[in-house]
């Protein structure tokens, strides 16, 4: 199957600062790439869909000046959380899609203290 | 307005018994249809998928779901459940025809408890 890697798997900074997650499609090209968030217990939240070679495209409330996604290469979507504060501390996980099938990545647990 | 609704946020199940775990979905026209599990802080991964033909689409670890047209329903079953297989399950859809707009629709998940 299609396999998703995310780095780093945690990550803790303090507040005003940024932090960058990497998401890479190990064994297939993909030119769509998702990133989502989740709270505990929670269902997924869509932050936004990265287009490799395009500008991301935002969900609803999503700041895109406070969380920068880059799909530089048909294997690599990053996503950037600009000064950074505790209330953005959650679970940040990317998806590639291949075909009509999504795979997900193993997820980065962000806490900023 | 397309939706997802898992109606059981709990499901508790004896080990060695079936499980269900219910899944019923809104959408205009013909669904693709997934389920995806997640173990506690790992990502998900992927169970099956229904497209089209058989009604019935097995996946992985013994999974099984059927899609009920009439119902709106893709319930996901097991014959016999594992102590490993308690986890959060997540039932997602789309739109056969969405065109620029294939994002997925999630549900709220639903956390199964496989009892010993």
């Known amino acids: 199957g299609a396999v998703v890697s995310q780095h780093p798997s945690r990550v803790i900074c303090k507040s005003g600062t940024s932090v960058k997650i990497e998401c890479r499609s190990l064994?297939?090209?993909?030119?769509?790439m998702f990133w989502y968030r989740q709270f505990p217990k929670k269902s997924l939240m869509l932050m936004a869909t990265?287009?490799?070679?395009?500008?991301?495209?935002?969900e609803q409330g999503v700041e895109k000046d406070k969380f920068l996604i880059n799909h530089a290469s048909l294997t690599l979507s990053t996503l950037t959380v600009t000064s950074a504060h505790p209330e953005d501390s959650s679970f940040y996980i990317c998806?590639?899609?291949?075909?009509?099938?999504?795979?997900f990545g193993p997820g980065t647990r962000l806490t900023v203290l | 307005a397309q939706s997802v609704a898992q109606p059981e946020d709990q499901v508790n199940v004896a080990e060695g018994n079936p499980l269900t775990v219910k899944c019923t979905y809104s959408?205009?026209?013909?669904?693709?249809l997934f389920w995806y599990v997640q173990y506690p802080n790992r990502g998900l991964q992927f169970l099956l998928k229904?497209?089209?033909?058989d009604n019935l689409v097995k996946g992985s670890y013994g999974f099984e779901a059927e899609f009920n047209k009439s119902q709106t329903s893709f319930h996901l079953k097991k014959p016999s459940a594992l102590v490993s297989d308690s986890a959060l399950y997540f039932c997602?859809?789309?739109?056969?025809?969405?065109?620029?707009?294939?994002?997925?629709?999630w549900g709220l998940g639903t956390s199964l408890a496989v009892n010993p």
């Open positions: 998806s590639a899609r291949v075909a009509d099938t999504q795979y």
């Open positions: 064994d297939f090209q993909a030119t769509t």
């Open positions: 990265s287009n490799e070679g395009s500008k991301a495209t935002y």
């Open positions: 959408v205009s026209g013909n669904p693709y």
């Open positions: 229904y497209i089209t033909g």
């Open positions: 997602a859809v789309r739109a056969r025809n969405a065109g620029n707009n294939r994002k997925l629709i």
